[in-house]
């Protein structure tokens, strides 16, 4: 992009001013205008209504009855969290992250180290990998629903699933999970692959002298070196799949009970109107989400800053 | 030793069809469903029996709405591109370039921000959106996109912005280049491969998004394929729309799966600058 570039390449006078030379006021000046837009845009559709809801959250905020929005304290976040519901799906959410996740996790090691080790078709791999990658999310979701409908699904044909898993609370949570893992192991599986390309061959090969097993390799060369990689793909996939909506929604729509905090989310914002009460669920989502933030960085040393 | 190595071989062959399999199974269902024959629809097998176009005549007749929904897609993820590109250019540049106070300010917050679920922030938009006209309308939707596609838009770039080698620009101008031919001819070709890179995956980012669009838009105005698809309902009550809606998925799917096996070198390095090297 051609912005204000050459300008920073023309050298200032260098008089003191106050401490700061001109050209390093001007400089200050040039960055601040050219981060004022991306930041502005940040505060504004993220940042600010962030705020709102969390004072959507604590007032009576129900569409259906404009005119009685008086402040109620904390008492959405009550109802909110002395309900079965909330836990229901908090727990339906936790389920499906930490499954996903772990599934993730495993494939996409095995994929990374297919990817590497690949003697012929490397380029297919990758291209091939890269498919579930580029399909949309509802587009997975219905893949993987049409496959597994009572009346379409050639899974249901074929493994002669009775009943068909779409009719069950534990086939639902699986198909959305299957959606979510096929959707989303690739991106795991690359940032592996970009992880195992930094570990030196001949670390293996001193091993394998030693005598070291595949499986001793793989625990004390390959797990801690690509250990950085491994829990930033982690940190994101986590966060990302304790958001989960779109797999959900496609899949069942809440229904046989896979609602997740997310639909509960959106159920109360649109289906019920009920701004507060769903604002109330947005923030404790928010919470959630820094909470596992916290964690990762914190104690499992996951830090996106510094590789 | 030669029998170890070629049993390697053949397990690694295996494990390549494998992944080959699972990556590529699921499409090849939805794309074989999409050819179905409403009658056979529901004869759950993988592959049809009597294929048709019917399906896709049906999406892009007109009733669905999945035309509108079609250009609503490409208009507002071409526009979220372009705007995340120049400001995301932007502030890498600054960034990496220049030194201010608040970068490290506007890296975390860039980081808090990509941390940010879109559930959180959706309803206060909705609320907001429709008090002062956003709701149902294409800015609606491209500035929550731009938002969320900020923090990866100037993390990709600023990796690549710092790879650059910014001297040459100041040795093009001692041989007596001015100040935009050099910008121009020589960091221009360099910061392109990185500002590609970051447009393609911005543009997937805003393609793949449902939630948004599911709760900030209502009509044909600005309702986006994958919403409409969700939507698809048979002509009657009785007929199944499992045909259409996989034309439709093999529809939206298509021109992003051309664009990612094209771009794959830059996606993968794309998607390892973001999150590894950040």
């Known amino acids: 992009m051609a912005v204000a570039a050459p300008t920073t390449g023309t050298v200032a006078p260098t008089s003191a001013h106050g401490g700061l030379t001109d050209r390093a006021r001007a400089e200050r000046k040039l960055a601040w205008i050219l981060c004022a837009p991306a930041v502005i845009v940040m505060l504004l559709v993220a940042g600010f209504p962030i705020l709102y809801a969390f004072y959507l959250s604590l007032r009576r905020a129900d569409l259906r009855f404009p005119d009685a929005g008086e402040f109620v304290g904390l008492s959405n976040y009550v109802t909110v969290l002395s309900s079965s519901t909330w836990w229901r799906d908090f727990g339906n959410t936790m389920f499906i992250t930490v499954i996903s996740v772990t599934l993730e996790l495993a494939l996409g090691m095995l994929i990374a180290q297919a990817m590497y080790r690949a003697i012929f078709a490397r380029t297919a791999i990758r291209a091939s990998v890269l498919v579930p990658y580029g399909a949309v999310t509802v587009v997975a979701a219905f893949a993987w629903r049409l496959a597994f409908d009572p009346t379409t699904g050639f899974v249901v044909a074929w493994l002669n699933l009775a009943p068909p898993p779409l009719t069950t609370h534990w086939g639902s949570m699986f198909v959305i999970i299957f959606a979510e893992v096929w959707k989303t192991t690739p991106f795991i599986a690359l940032l592996l692959l970009g992880g195992l390309a930094l570990v030196p061959e001949d670390l293996y090969k001193a091993a394998k002298v030693d005598g070291a097993t595949a499986w001793q390799r793989f625990m004390s060369i390959t797990l801690p070196l690509i250990r950085p990689a491994l829990m930033v793909a982690v940190l994101f996939r986590t966060l990302d799949a304790f958001r989960i909506y779109d797999a959900v929604f496609i899949v069942t729509r809440g229904a046989n009970n896979t609602e997740t905090v997310s639909i509960l989310g959106y159920l109360q914002l649109v289906n019920r109107l009920n701004l507060g009460l769903g604002s109330a669920v947005a923030i404790l989502i928010f919470l959630c989400v820094m909470i596992i933030a916290f964690i990762f960085f914190r104690f499992l040393g996951a830090s996106p800053e510094r590789r | ?278």
Not at chain 2, 55 to 72: E, T
């Open chain 2, 1 to 278: 030793m030669t029998e170890s190595s070629r049993n390697q071989k053949i397990l690694w062959a295996i494990g390549t069809l494998v992944v080959l399999l699972y990556a590529l199974t699921p499409v090849a269902w939805i794309i074989s469903l999409s050819f179905k024959d409403p009658t056979t629809i529901g004869d759950q097998k993988f592959l049809p029996t009597k294929t048709t176009w019917d399906n896709y005549s049906a999406v892009f007749q007109g009733g669905l709405g999945f035309n509108h929904a079609l250009i609503n897609s490409i208009g507002i993820a071409m526009i979220t591109t372009l705007l995340a590109l120049t400001f995301a250019s932007m502030a890498a540049y600054a960034i990496t370039r220049l030194d201010f106070p608040g970068k490290t300010l506007i890296l975390a917050g860039a980081l808090a921000v990509s941390m940010f679920p879109a559930i959180s922030i959706v309803g206060g938009l909705f609320n907001v959106w429709r008090v002062v006209g956003l709701y149902d309308t294409w800015p609606g939707l491209i500035l929550p996109y731009l938002s969320f596609s900020l923090p990866l838009a100037i993390y990709i770039l600023s990796a690549f912005f710092r790879e650059i080698p910014w001297d040459l620009e100041k040795a093009a101008q001692m041989d007596g280049a001015t100040g935009s031919q050099a910008f121009r001819r020589v960091i221009l070709p360099l910061a392109m491969p990185g500002v590609f890179t970051a447009g393609i995956l911005v543009f997937i980012s805003a393609w793949n998004d449902f939630l948004f669009a599911n709760v900030l838009t209502a009509t044909d105005t600005a309702r986006t394929a994958p919403v409409a698809l969700s939507y698809f309902r048979g002509a009657s009550q009785f007929t199944d729309p499992s045909g259409a809606i996989a034309a439709g998925a093999v529809v939206v799917t298509i021109p992003i799966l051309i664009m990612v096996l094209i771009f794959q070198r830059r996606i993968v390095s794309g998607l390892t600058a973001g999150a590894v090297k950040g």
